[in-house]
């Protein structure tokens, strides 16, 4: 074997067993570059006779085309494997479920807030809202409790420092001022629910002196008692999502309503659970009754043409209620635990997640 055929077996060995590019551009180099063993044997053509010299160049000239075409297509069969294996490692998997960002957690007291702004939505409320620091006039005297009123007492009212003439504004002790105000500012018919702050000096496991009420509103020609009840019936049982609660309407006092209702929904105390929708006991959950005449009369609204129907309750004791969360308190201590716990995710409407451990 010549030491050309040696040079041509060495070389396409060597292509043949190239694991990289960078392998093959070296034997590249090393055969057909500026010092590589195929050239040198080029430069070394000038030295022969014409007619050898013309023969031994076209056999270089075939080697070097047979050495260009081996790197070639080991190149692209290298690329083509690289290829392959890249697709293969990169691969990405639609099928996986999409990772929920967990972090945070949307507090009970928002979330009931949302559930119930749905409910009352659906049967054509507005949300309205007011002001925390309000007037006598509108927490108080124009919802018929003058100021010998015994409801005033009751309601543990933090007041604001006297003012220069005499006033003093409190930290509202219920949302009712809100019916004032909406009545006073626009026209029947009106259909509204407040959903917000109030405040009475109370605090222990059922009360705390910040916490949250609704109101419901409704002022028109002709709503009625049947109203009143049919709306609240099916507010209370969409809100704790059982058809057939039991609804009681027990008849009660209060200043700005005649007549007026207290609403309770029917449970089991059995075995010491509180549970709802079943059994022969009673809880109640919501005031209500048909807007008093006076209160119109406040407003500027004639009573002889408008009627209609108020409620409120506490949020956080339907909240607790529906989500099993015993001590009030709980709801503002800002304990992380405690919200991941109680909490909710985020567009996971309503389903409760986690646990102390998560
Ligand atoms: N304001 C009452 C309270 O804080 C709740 C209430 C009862 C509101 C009856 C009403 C109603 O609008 O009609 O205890």
């Known amino acids: 074997m010549d030491s050309q055929e040696k040079l041509r077996d060495e070389v396409l060995k060597s292509v043949a067993q190239a694991q990289s590019l960078d392998t093959l551009e070296q034997i590249r180099v090393g055969a057909l570059g500026k010092k590589g063993s195929i050239t040198g044997l080029m430069k070394e053509l000038g030295a022969l006779a014409q ?75 507005t949300v309205a809202e007011g002001p925390h620091i309000e007037d006598d006039f509108y927490n108080f005297t124009a919802l018929n409790i003058p100021p010998e009123h015994p409801a005033r007492q009751e309601q543990d009212t933090f007041y604001l420092p006297q003012r220069q003439d005499g006033s003093r504004r409190v930290l509202r002790t219920h949302t009712s001022p809100v019916q004032i105000r909406t009545m006073l500012s626009q026209r029947p018919p009106i259909r509204i629910i407040v959903p917000g702050r109030t405040f009475r000096s109370d605090h222990d496991a059922t009360h705390s002196p910040m916490f949250h009420q609704v109101e419901g509103l409704v002022i028109d020609k002709a709503s009625h008692m049947g109203h009143l009840k049919g709306c609240l019936i099916e507010f209370c049982r969409a809100f704790f999502d059982i058809d057939d609660l039991p609804v009681r309407f027990r008849p009660s006092y209060f200043p700005f309503t005649e007549p007026s209702a207290e609403v309770d929904i029917g449970c089991s105390r059995e075995g010491g659970g509180l549970k709802i929708g079943a059994g022969g006991d009673w809880l109640e959950i919501l005031g209500s009754g048909m807007v008093h005449p006076k209160v119109l009369e406040n407003c500027n609204i004639d ?21 099993g969360i015993p001590d009030l308190r709980t709801f503002y201590e800002t304990d992380l635990r405690w919200l991941r716990h109680y909490g909710f995710v985020p567009l996971d409407v309503p389903s409760m997640v986690g646990g102390l451990s998560r």
């Open 303 to 323: 009573p002889n043409e408008y009627q209609g129907f108020a409620f409120g309750m506490g949020i956080e004791r339907i909240a607790m209620l529906k989500y």
């Open 51 to 125: 007619e050898a010299r013309r023969e031994a160049g076209a056999a270089l000239n075939r080697l070097k085309d047979e050495i260009e075409g081996a790197i070639h297509s080991a190149s692209s069969e290298l690329k083509d494997k690289e290829l392959t294996r890249r697709l293969a490692e990169e691969r990405v998997d639609i099928t996986l479920p999409v990772e929920v960002e967990t972090q945070g957690r949307i507090h009970p007291i928002s979330q009931t807030i949302d559930e119930l702004t749905a409910i009352f939505g659906e049967m054509g409320f």
